[in-house]
């Protein structure tokens, strides 16, 4: 970005138009939170309409992360020639119809086979919106935009889970597609006007009326508009653009590299494990479905106040310790909450505070990934912690699955997320300390 322009993003107070431009990113992100989960809202139900067994059912959850991964992997680089508002338009309208189909799904293989199609638009958003809402943000408030950002996922999945229990218990399991679906939908029309353009994107790539794009987004932030394009400038060596994504195994990033894809492993694992089963191992555990659904509400609630905290963190402070002492905190609860099942109000308490905690864990980790790449690397670094992130995301659902298959008890399969979190935990203070003392962040 030209620099000028780039030093007035970072230093000047942040307009409104820059603000709309976040608030859209957590919308897209409130889409994908009750999209995703969806599976976790309506286990129980479609678990006792199809007669599945665990390993069937974890299939089922970990279908759409599947098609998470591949979308991130698979339509990310699209973006490179279309922009980041016409992919994310098209991967609203992808989501959106395969929810809509999900809900007349007649068979689980159906099923199966719609939630990676949903999946692959959702890995598409996640993979632009969160370059926009970091763009449009100021460099002090930058981190705080890209957690606020992650909060839209626990907002999303917390109003469309309060709204689920309403709709399973008077229409069934298939009217919580329904309404994803129309809402994915709705969404795409408020994108289809409100959203902008990567600045980025017009600047870089140059696509046809680049300078009259860009200028309009510049008055709309009370900027003074560009006369020319400025000279466009690559950042990188030749040997990084020639190693390309082989430089993050370079000697000089392998060690941060390999810490920052177990953190970003581990995490998911653990995230999408709890976000996944904990409302289906909860009612097999004493529980009605309706309350293990409303635990798996208070799980997301929880999330909401768990990355305002971490991005307000972020903005004044190193969080990386903080952020390590999370992860610790969110081993420990995990292995009381399954016990807690006898008392309603310890379940739903634990329920709430395993969300502030591990939602914060995973907004923590996508403030500290930028910062240990250069910027020559940094998309290809973030992009490839992501990327492993989903492998561990589908991890979580499939391993549970298999574990109740074998006959371990709701107990045991809940513990086994808990070490995960702990070696993240000691990944990323290692890390972080390791970028302090080499002079890195």
Known sequence: MNADLKQRLDNDPMGRFQCLAIGICIILNM????????????????????????????????AGLFGMAAGSLLLAPMADKLGR???????????GLGMLASAWSQTPTQLAVLRVI??????????????????????????????LQSTGYALGATIGGSIAVWLLAHHGWRSVFLFGGCSTLAVLVLAWFALPESMDFLLVKRPANALQRLNALIRKMGLPALGSLPQAVVAGSGESKRMGPLQLLSPKLLRPTVLVWLSFFSVMFGFYFVMSWTPKLLAASGLTPEQGVTTGVLLSLGGILGATLLGLLAARFAIHRALAVFMLVTAVLLCFLVGSSGALWMSYTLAFLIGVFVNACVAGLYAIAPVVYGSDVRATGVGSAVAVGRLGAMSGPLIAGKMLALGTGTAGVMLASAPGIVLAGVAVFWLMHRQQRAAIV
């Not at 309409?49 to 299939?59: A, I, N, P, R, T």
């Not at 508002?85 to 309208?93: G, H, N, V």
């Open 31 to 62: 889409i994908d939170g009750f999209d995703v989960l969806v599976m976790a809202f309506t286990a129980s139900a479609v678990s006792a309409h199809w007669k599945l067994s665990g390993s069937e059912l974890g299939f089922l959850l970990s």
């Open 85 to 95: 508002r016409p992919l994310i338009l098209l991967c609203l309208a992808v989501s």
């Open 118 to 147: 949903t999946g692959l638009g959702v890995g598409g958003i996640l993979a632009c919106s969160n370059v926009i809402a970091s763009e449009y943000a100021s460099l002090r408030w930058r981190s705080l935009a890209v957690t």
